[in-house]
Protein backbone atom coordinates (compact mmCIF):
# COMPACT_ATOMS: atom_id res chain seq x y z
CA UNK A 1 0.00 0.00 0.00
CA UNK A 2 1.16 3.71 -0.73
CA UNK A 3 -1.00 5.03 2.40
CA UNK A 4 1.23 8.47 2.03
CA UNK A 5 0.80 11.94 2.20
CA UNK A 6 3.17 12.09 -1.00
CA UNK A 7 2.14 11.17 -4.26
CA UNK A 8 2.90 7.88 -5.56
CA UNK A 9 2.91 8.03 -9.14
CA UNK A 10 2.76 5.36 -12.04
CA UNK A 11 5.78 3.15 -11.49
CA UNK A 12 7.67 0.56 -13.65
CA UNK A 13 4.72 -1.46 -13.77
CA UNK A 14 1.95 0.92 -13.99
CA UNK A 15 3.51 2.61 -16.90
CA UNK A 16 3.86 -0.85 -18.45
CA UNK A 17 0.45 -1.51 -17.62
CA UNK A 18 -1.18 1.85 -18.73
CA UNK A 19 1.01 1.81 -22.51
CA UNK A 20 0.53 -1.57 -22.97
CA UNK A 21 -3.40 -0.57 -23.10
CA UNK A 22 -3.40 2.36 -25.28
CA UNK A 23 -0.47 0.11 -27.66
CA UNK A 24 -3.87 -2.36 -28.11
CA UNK A 25 -6.82 0.48 -28.58
CA UNK A 26 -4.23 2.11 -31.00
CA UNK A 27 -3.65 -0.92 -32.90
CA UNK A 28 -7.43 -1.96 -33.27
CA UNK A 29 -8.02 1.10 -34.32
CA UNK A 30 -5.36 1.09 -37.12
CA UNK A 31 -6.09 -2.50 -38.02
CA UNK A 32 -9.68 -1.52 -39.14
CA UNK A 33 -9.20 1.44 -40.24
CA UNK A 34 -7.75 0.12 -43.50
CA UNK A 35 -10.62 -2.38 -43.96
CA UNK A 36 -13.17 0.55 -44.38
CA UNK A 37 -14.60 1.92 -47.55
CA UNK A 38 -17.36 3.40 -47.32
CA UNK A 39 -19.69 4.94 -44.72
CA UNK A 40 -21.33 2.21 -43.90
CA UNK A 41 -18.25 0.41 -43.15
CA UNK A 42 -17.24 3.58 -40.87
CA UNK A 43 -20.33 4.23 -39.21
CA UNK A 44 -22.37 0.91 -39.26
CA UNK A 45 -19.96 -1.84 -39.48
CA UNK A 46 -21.17 -3.39 -42.49
CA UNK A 47 -24.27 -4.24 -40.42
CA UNK A 48 -22.37 -7.33 -39.78
CA UNK A 49 -22.22 -7.03 -36.26
CA UNK A 50 -23.27 -9.90 -34.03
CA UNK A 51 -25.14 -9.73 -30.49
CA UNK A 52 -22.71 -10.86 -28.08
CA UNK A 53 -20.40 -7.61 -29.44
CA UNK A 54 -22.47 -5.31 -29.32
CA UNK A 55 -24.08 -6.19 -25.95
CA UNK A 56 -20.48 -5.83 -24.24
CA UNK A 57 -19.80 -2.76 -25.82
CA UNK A 58 -23.09 -1.00 -25.61
CA UNK A 59 -22.89 -2.33 -21.37
CA UNK A 60 -19.43 -0.89 -21.36
CA UNK A 61 -19.97 2.52 -23.12
CA UNK A 62 -22.76 2.82 -20.69
CA UNK A 63 -20.01 3.05 -17.79
CA UNK A 64 -18.02 6.26 -18.16
CA UNK A 65 -15.25 7.60 -16.16
CA UNK A 66 -18.29 9.71 -15.13
CA UNK A 67 -19.85 6.51 -13.25
CA UNK A 68 -15.81 5.27 -11.75
CA UNK A 69 -15.19 8.49 -10.27
CA UNK A 70 -18.52 9.95 -9.83
CA UNK A 71 -20.69 7.10 -8.17
CA UNK A 72 -18.23 6.41 -5.95
CA UNK A 73 -17.85 9.90 -5.07
CA UNK A 74 -21.45 9.44 -4.85
CA UNK A 75 -21.72 6.30 -2.53
CA UNK A 76 -19.05 7.42 0.14
CA UNK A 77 -19.07 10.83 0.30
CA UNK A 78 -22.39 13.11 -1.04
CA UNK A 79 -24.84 14.24 1.16
CA UNK A 80 -28.15 12.18 0.40
CA UNK A 81 -25.80 9.83 -0.99
CA UNK A 82 -24.99 6.05 -0.61
CA UNK A 83 -25.77 2.86 -1.72
CA UNK A 84 -29.32 4.04 -2.68
CA UNK A 85 -28.23 5.22 -5.93
CA UNK A 86 -28.64 1.35 -7.24
CA UNK A 87 -32.31 2.00 -6.97
CA UNK A 88 -31.73 3.78 -9.98
CA UNK A 89 -30.73 0.17 -12.02
CA UNK A 90 -34.10 -0.87 -11.36
CA UNK A 91 -35.50 0.45 -14.37
CA UNK A 92 -33.10 -1.08 -16.94
CA UNK A 93 -34.48 -4.44 -17.74
CA UNK A 94 -38.36 -3.02 -17.61
CA UNK A 95 -36.60 -0.67 -20.16
CA UNK A 96 -34.89 -3.26 -22.45
CA UNK A 97 -38.42 -5.10 -22.49
CA UNK A 98 -40.02 -1.90 -23.46
CA UNK A 99 -37.73 -1.32 -26.02
CA UNK A 100 -37.75 -4.64 -27.63
CA UNK A 101 -41.58 -4.27 -27.94
CA UNK A 102 -41.97 -1.20 -28.70
CA UNK A 103 -38.99 0.74 -30.47
CA UNK A 104 -36.26 -1.89 -31.54
CA UNK A 105 -39.01 -2.84 -34.43
CA UNK A 106 -39.42 1.07 -36.03
CA UNK A 107 -35.36 1.57 -35.81
CA UNK A 108 -34.65 -1.68 -37.44
CA UNK A 109 -36.49 -0.56 -40.53
CA UNK A 110 -34.66 2.79 -40.86
CA UNK A 111 -32.17 2.66 -43.79
CA UNK A 112 -28.76 4.81 -43.00
CA UNK A 113 -27.27 4.92 -40.33
CA UNK A 114 -29.31 7.27 -38.18
CA UNK A 115 -32.19 6.37 -36.15
CA UNK A 116 -33.77 9.92 -36.19
CA UNK A 117 -34.53 9.27 -40.02
CA UNK A 118 -37.18 7.32 -38.55
CA UNK A 119 -38.80 10.62 -37.27
CA UNK A 120 -38.54 12.01 -41.12
CA UNK A 121 -40.38 9.25 -42.06
CA UNK A 122 -43.26 9.19 -39.92
CA UNK A 123 -43.18 13.56 -39.08
CA UNK A 124 -40.75 14.91 -42.06
CA UNK A 125 -37.59 16.05 -42.31
CA UNK A 126 -38.67 19.13 -39.50
CA UNK A 127 -38.93 17.01 -36.81
CA UNK A 128 -35.89 14.74 -37.31
CA UNK A 129 -33.72 17.84 -37.58
CA UNK A 130 -34.87 18.97 -34.53
CA UNK A 131 -34.13 15.39 -32.74
CA UNK A 132 -30.63 15.56 -34.22
CA UNK A 133 -30.02 18.92 -33.17
CA UNK A 134 -30.86 18.24 -29.48
CA UNK A 135 -28.92 15.14 -29.36
CA UNK A 136 -25.89 17.15 -30.83
CA UNK A 137 -26.32 19.82 -28.23
CA UNK A 138 -26.88 16.68 -25.15
CA UNK A 139 -24.17 14.77 -26.23
CA UNK A 140 -21.35 16.71 -27.14
CA UNK A 141 -21.56 18.62 -23.72
CA UNK A 142 -21.95 15.36 -22.08
CA UNK A 143 -18.87 14.45 -23.63
CA UNK A 144 -16.97 17.00 -21.87
CA UNK A 145 -18.44 16.20 -18.09
CA UNK A 146 -16.66 12.90 -19.49
CA UNK A 147 -13.54 14.51 -20.11
CA UNK A 148 -13.32 16.26 -17.39
CA UNK A 149 -13.50 13.10 -14.91
CA UNK A 150 -11.14 11.10 -16.29
CA UNK A 151 -8.50 14.66 -16.24
CA UNK A 152 -9.38 14.69 -12.36
CA UNK A 153 -7.32 11.11 -12.49
CA UNK A 154 -4.63 11.86 -14.57
CA UNK A 155 -4.06 15.05 -13.17
CA UNK A 156 -3.94 13.69 -9.61
CA UNK A 157 -1.55 10.98 -10.64
CA UNK A 158 0.96 12.34 -12.97
CA UNK A 159 1.15 15.82 -11.55
CA UNK A 160 -0.40 17.54 -14.10
CA UNK A 161 -2.60 20.24 -14.40
CA UNK A 162 -6.60 19.39 -15.10
CA UNK A 163 -6.08 21.37 -17.99
CA UNK A 164 -3.16 19.66 -19.63
CA UNK A 165 -4.59 16.45 -18.58
CA UNK A 166 -7.82 17.17 -19.88
CA UNK A 167 -6.29 17.58 -23.45
CA UNK A 168 -4.01 14.45 -23.41
CA UNK A 169 -6.85 12.28 -22.85
CA UNK A 170 -8.97 14.03 -25.37
CA UNK A 171 -6.22 14.14 -27.94
CA UNK A 172 -5.61 10.35 -27.53
CA UNK A 173 -9.72 9.37 -27.74
CA UNK A 174 -9.86 11.43 -30.63
CA UNK A 175 -7.48 10.15 -32.79
CA UNK A 176 -7.91 6.18 -32.54
CA UNK A 177 -11.72 7.21 -32.50
CA UNK A 178 -11.41 9.43 -35.82
CA UNK A 179 -9.33 6.61 -37.53
CA UNK A 180 -11.27 2.99 -36.63
CA UNK A 181 -15.04 3.67 -36.96
CA UNK A 182 -17.65 2.15 -34.79
CA UNK A 183 -16.33 -1.79 -35.63
CA UNK A 184 -13.01 -0.28 -33.92
CA UNK A 185 -15.45 1.33 -31.45
CA UNK A 186 -17.52 -2.13 -30.64
CA UNK A 187 -14.54 -4.21 -30.32
CA UNK A 188 -11.95 -1.76 -27.89
CA UNK A 189 -15.58 -1.30 -26.05
CA UNK A 190 -15.54 -5.17 -25.46
CA UNK A 191 -11.53 -5.07 -23.97
CA UNK A 192 -12.24 -1.61 -21.86
CA UNK A 193 -15.11 -3.39 -20.49
CA UNK A 194 -12.66 -6.37 -19.14
CA UNK A 195 -10.20 -3.91 -17.92
CA UNK A 196 -12.46 -1.32 -16.19
CA UNK A 197 -14.51 -4.03 -14.59
CA UNK A 198 -11.81 -6.20 -13.60
CA UNK A 199 -9.48 -3.55 -12.60
CA UNK A 200 -12.28 -2.46 -10.14
CA UNK A 201 -13.04 -5.72 -8.47
CA UNK A 202 -8.92 -6.45 -7.91
CA UNK A 203 -8.83 -2.99 -6.25
CA UNK A 204 -11.68 -3.73 -4.14
CA UNK A 205 -10.64 -6.71 -2.89
CA UNK A 206 -6.77 -4.73 -2.32
CA UNK A 207 -9.18 -3.03 0.11
CA UNK A 208 -10.82 -6.26 1.60
CA UNK A 209 -7.61 -8.14 2.00
CA UNK A 210 -5.93 -5.60 4.02
CA UNK A 211 -8.72 -4.42 6.40
CA UNK A 212 -10.92 -7.47 6.08
CA UNK A 213 -14.20 -7.07 8.09
CA UNK A 214 -12.29 -4.39 10.10
CA UNK A 215 -13.35 -1.96 7.65
CA UNK A 216 -16.17 0.98 9.44
CA UNK A 217 -18.57 0.66 6.60
CA UNK A 218 -20.91 3.62 7.82
CA UNK A 219 -24.59 2.41 8.20
CA UNK A 220 -26.43 5.66 6.52
CA UNK A 221 -24.12 4.35 3.63
CA UNK A 222 -25.64 1.20 3.49
CA UNK A 223 -29.23 2.02 2.60
CA UNK A 224 -30.42 0.95 -0.61
CA UNK A 225 -34.61 1.19 -0.76
CA UNK A 226 -35.98 4.38 -0.03
CA UNK A 227 -39.54 4.25 0.41
CA UNK A 228 -40.32 7.38 2.39
CA UNK A 229 -40.11 10.32 0.59
CA UNK A 230 -41.60 10.66 -3.17
CA UNK A 231 -39.20 13.41 -4.28
CA UNK A 232 -42.22 15.24 -5.45
CA UNK A 233 -42.01 18.84 -3.40
CA UNK A 234 -39.91 17.37 0.00
CA UNK A 235 -36.33 17.91 -1.64
CA UNK A 236 -35.08 14.17 -1.76
CA UNK A 237 -33.99 13.17 -5.24
CA UNK A 238 -32.69 10.27 -4.97
CA UNK A 239 -35.94 8.12 -3.80
CA UNK A 240 -37.13 4.67 -4.64
CA UNK A 241 -39.84 5.65 -6.99
CA UNK A 242 -38.64 8.36 -8.68
CA UNK A 243 -35.09 6.55 -9.61
CA UNK A 244 -37.76 3.39 -10.53
CA UNK A 245 -40.32 5.51 -12.39
CA UNK A 246 -37.91 8.43 -13.43
CA UNK A 247 -35.16 5.62 -14.25
CA UNK A 248 -37.74 3.24 -16.81
CA UNK A 249 -38.16 6.71 -19.07
CA UNK A 250 -34.50 7.65 -19.17
CA UNK A 251 -33.10 4.56 -20.62
CA UNK A 252 -35.72 3.80 -22.51
CA UNK A 253 -34.39 6.85 -24.26
CA UNK A 254 -31.22 6.42 -23.68
CA UNK A 255 -30.99 2.67 -25.30
CA UNK A 256 -33.83 3.28 -27.96
CA UNK A 257 -33.66 7.01 -29.00
CA UNK A 258 -30.20 8.17 -28.31
CA UNK A 259 -27.79 7.69 -31.29
CA UNK A 260 -24.74 6.87 -29.50
CA UNK A 261 -26.40 3.92 -28.13
CA UNK A 262 -28.96 2.76 -30.47
CA UNK A 263 -26.36 2.85 -33.66
CA UNK A 264 -25.21 -0.13 -32.56
CA UNK A 265 -28.16 -1.77 -32.96
CA UNK A 266 -29.02 -0.34 -36.70
CA UNK A 267 -24.95 -2.18 -36.99
CA UNK A 268 -26.78 -5.74 -35.92
CA UNK A 269 -26.38 -8.66 -38.26
CA UNK A 270 -30.44 -9.08 -38.00
CA UNK A 271 -33.23 -8.27 -35.79
CA UNK A 272 -32.35 -11.17 -33.09
CA UNK A 273 -28.93 -10.21 -32.46
CA UNK A 274 -29.77 -6.91 -31.43
CA UNK A 275 -32.63 -7.94 -29.42
CA UNK A 276 -30.16 -10.02 -27.78
CA UNK A 277 -27.40 -6.90 -26.93
CA UNK A 278 -30.52 -5.14 -25.69
CA UNK A 279 -31.57 -8.28 -23.35
CA UNK A 280 -27.99 -8.82 -22.13
CA UNK A 281 -27.66 -5.25 -21.03
CA UNK A 282 -30.83 -5.43 -18.49
CA UNK A 283 -29.18 -8.30 -17.05
CA UNK A 284 -25.18 -7.66 -16.53
CA UNK A 285 -25.35 -3.66 -16.55
CA UNK A 286 -26.57 -4.49 -12.40
CA UNK A 287 -23.94 -6.44 -11.50
CA UNK A 288 -21.31 -3.88 -13.13
CA UNK A 289 -23.16 -0.93 -11.29
CA UNK A 290 -23.20 -2.87 -8.45
CA UNK A 291 -19.10 -3.73 -8.47
CA UNK A 292 -18.34 0.13 -8.65
CA UNK A 293 -21.03 1.12 -6.11
CA UNK A 294 -19.52 -1.47 -3.89
CA UNK A 295 -15.93 0.14 -4.14
CA UNK A 296 -17.99 3.29 -3.10
CA UNK A 297 -18.49 1.38 0.08
CA UNK A 298 -15.37 0.28 0.67
CA UNK A 299 -13.73 3.87 0.53
CA UNK A 300 -16.53 4.89 2.70
CA UNK A 301 -15.24 2.69 5.29
CA UNK A 302 -11.54 3.30 4.42
CA UNK A 303 -12.11 6.75 5.42
CA UNK A 304 -13.20 5.99 8.65
CA UNK A 305 -10.82 3.19 8.95
CA UNK A 306 -7.39 4.55 7.93
CA UNK A 307 -7.12 8.07 9.57
CA UNK A 308 -4.17 9.10 7.25
CA UNK A 309 -6.16 8.62 3.84
CA UNK A 310 -9.10 10.73 5.44
CA UNK A 311 -6.63 13.73 5.73
CA UNK A 312 -6.16 13.39 2.02
CA UNK A 313 -9.55 14.52 1.38
CA UNK A 314 -9.61 17.51 3.40
CA UNK A 315 -10.42 20.22 1.41
CA UNK A 316 -11.05 18.25 -1.61
CA UNK A 317 -14.21 18.11 -3.99
CA UNK A 318 -16.14 14.73 -3.57
CA UNK A 319 -15.46 14.07 -6.81
CA UNK A 320 -11.33 13.38 -6.02
CA UNK A 321 -11.71 10.83 -3.74
CA UNK A 322 -11.03 7.94 -6.60
CA UNK A 323 -8.15 9.75 -8.37
CA UNK A 324 -6.93 10.57 -4.33
CA UNK A 325 -7.25 6.70 -3.47
CA UNK A 326 -5.42 5.35 -6.65
CA UNK A 327 -2.39 7.84 -6.39
CA UNK A 328 -2.10 7.73 -2.38
CA UNK A 329 -3.05 4.34 -1.20
CA UNK A 330 -2.61 2.03 -4.19
CA UNK A 331 0.61 -0.15 -4.92
CA UNK A 332 2.49 -0.13 -7.71
CA UNK A 333 0.72 -2.78 -10.39
CA UNK A 334 -2.79 -2.18 -9.09
CA UNK A 335 -2.09 1.70 -9.25
CA UNK A 336 -1.50 1.54 -13.11
CA UNK A 337 -4.78 -1.03 -13.81
CA UNK A 338 -7.29 1.00 -11.86
CA UNK A 339 -5.77 4.16 -14.14
CA UNK A 340 -6.18 2.18 -17.19
CA UNK A 341 -9.55 1.04 -15.98
CA UNK A 342 -10.27 4.78 -16.01
CA UNK A 343 -8.85 5.63 -19.05
CA UNK A 344 -11.42 2.44 -20.35
CA UNK A 345 -14.24 3.66 -18.97
CA UNK A 346 -14.05 7.05 -20.16
CA UNK A 347 -12.63 6.13 -23.94
CA UNK A 348 -15.35 3.52 -24.23
CA UNK A 349 -17.98 6.46 -24.25
CA UNK A 350 -15.95 8.83 -25.73
CA UNK A 351 -15.60 6.38 -28.82
CA UNK A 352 -19.30 5.89 -29.28
CA UNK A 353 -20.27 9.47 -28.86
CA UNK A 354 -18.16 10.86 -31.55
CA UNK A 355 -18.82 8.68 -33.88
CA UNK A 356 -22.66 9.53 -33.42
CA UNK A 357 -22.17 12.79 -33.39
CA UNK A 358 -20.16 13.04 -36.78
CA UNK A 359 -23.30 10.03 -38.49
CA UNK A 360 -25.89 12.58 -37.31
CA UNK A 361 -24.08 15.23 -38.58
CA UNK A 362 -23.50 14.43 -41.63
CA UNK A 363 -26.49 12.44 -42.51
CA UNK A 364 -29.12 14.66 -40.62
CA UNK A 365 -27.64 18.14 -40.75
CA UNK A 366 -25.70 17.87 -44.21
CA UNK A 367 -28.39 15.20 -45.47
CA UNK A 368 -25.25 12.99 -46.68
CA UNK A 369 -26.29 9.66 -46.36
CA UNK A 370 -23.50 6.65 -45.72
CA UNK A 371 -23.78 5.53 -48.86
CA UNK A 372 -22.64 8.99 -50.46
CA UNK A 373 -19.72 9.52 -47.84
CA UNK A 374 -16.40 8.81 -48.06
CA UNK A 375 -14.41 7.67 -45.08
CA UNK A 376 -12.49 10.53 -45.06
CA UNK A 377 -15.23 12.81 -44.56
CA UNK A 378 -16.82 10.81 -41.54
CA UNK A 379 -13.02 10.92 -39.79
CA UNK A 380 -12.68 15.22 -40.11
CA UNK A 381 -16.36 15.63 -38.69
CA UNK A 382 -16.02 13.02 -35.60
CA UNK A 383 -12.49 15.40 -35.20
CA UNK A 384 -14.38 18.35 -35.24
CA UNK A 385 -16.63 16.99 -32.77
CA UNK A 386 -13.73 15.66 -30.55
CA UNK A 387 -12.57 19.77 -30.22
CA UNK A 388 -15.72 20.35 -29.47
CA UNK A 389 -16.11 18.21 -26.39
CA UNK A 390 -12.46 19.17 -25.22
CA UNK A 391 -13.44 22.85 -24.87
CA UNK A 392 -16.86 22.11 -23.32
CA UNK A 393 -14.69 19.92 -20.79
CA UNK A 394 -12.04 22.56 -20.38
CA UNK A 395 -15.20 24.89 -19.00
CA UNK A 396 -16.69 22.45 -16.85
CA UNK A 397 -13.38 22.02 -15.24
CA UNK A 398 -14.70 25.09 -13.62
CA UNK A 399 -17.58 24.82 -12.69
CA UNK A 400 -18.77 23.12 -9.40
CA UNK A 401 -21.40 20.33 -9.83
CA UNK A 402 -20.49 16.58 -9.32
CA UNK A 403 -19.75 14.57 -12.36
CA UNK A 404 -22.54 11.98 -11.70
CA UNK A 405 -25.54 14.07 -11.02
CA UNK A 406 -24.34 17.18 -13.63
CA UNK A 407 -24.45 14.28 -16.44
CA UNK A 408 -27.51 12.52 -15.31
CA UNK A 409 -29.35 16.34 -15.26
CA UNK A 410 -28.48 17.05 -19.08
CA UNK A 411 -29.79 13.84 -19.87
CA UNK A 412 -33.13 13.85 -18.11
CA UNK A 413 -33.78 17.13 -19.37
CA UNK A 414 -34.54 15.88 -22.91
CA UNK A 415 -35.12 12.34 -22.38
CA UNK A 416 -38.71 12.46 -21.75
CA UNK A 417 -39.49 14.33 -24.62
CA UNK A 418 -37.67 12.69 -27.24
CA UNK A 419 -38.74 9.14 -26.08
CA UNK A 420 -42.42 10.98 -26.33
CA UNK A 421 -41.81 11.59 -30.09
CA UNK A 422 -40.54 8.31 -30.70
CA UNK A 423 -43.41 6.40 -29.42
CA UNK A 424 -46.38 8.91 -30.65
CA UNK A 425 -44.72 7.80 -33.99
CA UNK A 426 -46.09 3.85 -32.78
CA UNK A 427 -49.27 4.85 -30.55
CA UNK A 428 -50.76 8.35 -32.19
CA UNK A 429 -51.24 7.79 -36.54
CA UNK A 430 -53.07 10.93 -36.74
CA UNK A 431 -49.84 13.55 -34.95
CA UNK A 432 -47.70 14.58 -37.86
CA UNK A 433 -44.37 17.35 -37.70
CA UNK A 434 -46.07 20.03 -36.19
CA UNK A 435 -47.48 18.52 -33.40
CA UNK A 436 -44.55 15.96 -33.01
CA UNK A 437 -42.23 19.00 -33.17
CA UNK A 438 -44.76 21.19 -30.76
CA UNK A 439 -45.01 18.49 -27.92
CA UNK A 440 -41.41 17.98 -28.03
CA UNK A 441 -40.68 21.68 -27.07
CA UNK A 442 -43.40 21.32 -24.91
CA UNK A 443 -42.03 18.79 -22.80
CA UNK A 444 -38.44 20.80 -22.83
CA UNK A 445 -40.18 23.61 -21.71
CA UNK A 446 -42.05 21.69 -18.91
CA UNK A 447 -38.95 19.98 -17.26
CA UNK A 448 -37.31 24.16 -17.72
CA UNK A 449 -39.87 25.21 -15.52
CA UNK A 450 -40.06 22.34 -13.10
CA UNK A 451 -35.93 23.25 -12.55
CA UNK A 452 -36.89 26.91 -11.60
CA UNK A 453 -40.17 26.80 -10.62
CA UNK A 454 -40.26 23.39 -8.05
CA UNK A 455 -36.62 23.10 -6.44
CA UNK A 456 -37.76 20.24 -3.98
CA UNK A 457 -38.91 18.02 -6.95
CA UNK A 458 -36.21 15.60 -8.12
CA UNK A 459 -35.08 15.90 -11.09
CA UNK A 460 -35.22 12.43 -11.98
CA UNK A 461 -39.30 12.94 -12.53
CA UNK A 462 -37.99 15.08 -15.16
CA UNK A 463 -37.70 12.31 -17.51
CA UNK A 464 -41.88 11.57 -16.80
CA UNK A 465 -43.21 14.98 -16.46
CA UNK A 466 -41.05 16.05 -20.19
CA UNK A 467 -42.58 12.70 -21.51
CA UNK A 468 -45.67 13.55 -20.46
CA UNK A 469 -46.02 16.79 -21.24
CA UNK A 470 -44.66 16.43 -25.18
CA UNK A 471 -47.36 13.58 -25.75
CA UNK A 472 -50.08 14.91 -24.20
CA UNK A 473 -49.29 18.68 -25.95
CA UNK A 474 -48.55 16.97 -29.21
CA UNK A 475 -51.94 14.91 -28.86
CA UNK A 476 -53.93 18.31 -28.60
CA UNK A 477 -51.96 19.76 -30.82
CA UNK A 478 -52.69 17.38 -34.26
CA UNK A 479 -56.56 16.50 -31.91
CA UNK A 480 -55.49 13.23 -32.42
CA UNK A 481 -56.38 9.91 -29.98
CA UNK A 482 -53.86 7.37 -28.27
CA UNK A 483 -54.13 3.58 -30.43
CA UNK A 484 -53.02 0.42 -28.50
CA UNK A 485 -51.94 -1.83 -31.12
CA UNK A 486 -51.61 -5.70 -29.89
CA UNK A 487 -48.25 -5.99 -28.87
CA UNK A 488 -46.67 -9.84 -28.58
CA UNK A 489 -43.54 -10.57 -26.83
CA UNK A 490 -41.49 -13.56 -26.83
CA UNK A 491 -40.67 -15.78 -23.53
CA UNK A 492 -36.89 -15.44 -24.30
CA UNK A 493 -36.84 -11.40 -24.04
CA UNK A 494 -39.83 -11.02 -20.76
CA UNK A 495 -39.02 -13.85 -18.53
CA UNK A 496 -34.91 -12.99 -17.80
CA UNK A 497 -35.15 -9.52 -17.92
CA UNK A 498 -38.46 -10.09 -15.29
CA UNK A 499 -35.95 -12.76 -13.89
CA UNK A 500 -33.47 -9.68 -13.39
CA UNK A 501 -36.15 -7.07 -12.02
CA UNK A 502 -36.77 -9.76 -9.21
CA UNK A 503 -32.68 -10.36 -8.59
CA UNK A 504 -32.44 -6.67 -8.37
CA UNK A 505 -35.71 -6.15 -5.98
CA UNK A 506 -34.12 -8.94 -3.66
CA UNK A 507 -30.38 -7.93 -3.63
CA UNK A 508 -31.05 -4.48 -2.78
CA UNK A 509 -33.26 -5.66 0.36
CA UNK A 510 -30.62 -8.15 1.20
CA UNK A 511 -27.41 -5.73 1.10
CA UNK A 512 -28.39 -3.58 4.19
CA UNK A 513 -29.11 -6.64 6.26
CA UNK A 514 -26.04 -7.98 5.29
CA UNK A 515 -23.77 -4.98 6.10
CA UNK A 516 -25.32 -4.67 9.60
CA UNK A 517 -24.67 -8.11 10.02
CA UNK A 518 -20.74 -7.69 9.84
Known amino acids: MAQTGTPAGLGI ?24 RSGTDY ?3 GRRMRGGPLALSILSNQTSAVSLVGAPAFVALRKGGGLRWLQYEMGVPLAMLGLVVLVLPVLRRVGGASIYRYADS ?36 LGWSVDVSLLAVGLFSVAYTSLGG ?8 VVQLVILWGGTLIVSLDILSTYGTSVLIPTERARTLVFDSSGLGDGVTFAFWPMLIGGFFLYMSYYGCDQSQAQRLLAARDDRDAERALVWNGILRFPLVLTYCAFGVLLAGLLRTDSAFAALMQGRRADSLVPVFLDHWLPVGLRGMLFAAILAAAMSSIDSALNSLAAVTLEDVADRPPDAQNVWLGRSVALGWGVFAILSGLAFAHGQAGVL ?34 GLMAGLLANLAAWKLTPGVSWLWWNVLGFAAAFVAACLIDRSLPHFPAFACSRRVSLPLLAAFAAMLLVLALVPVLLAAR
Not at 15 to 32: E, H, K, N, Q, T
Not at 123 to 136: C, K
Not at 182 to 189: F, G, N, Q, R, Y
Open 43 to 45: FLA
Open 182 to 189: IIADIWSD
Open 122 to 157: RFGSGTRRVLALAFLAVRGLSLGVILFASALVVSET
Open 13 to 36: IDIVVVAAYLLAVAGMSLYFAWRQ
Open 405 to 438: ESINQVGSALSGPILAVFLLGVFVPGVRGRGATS
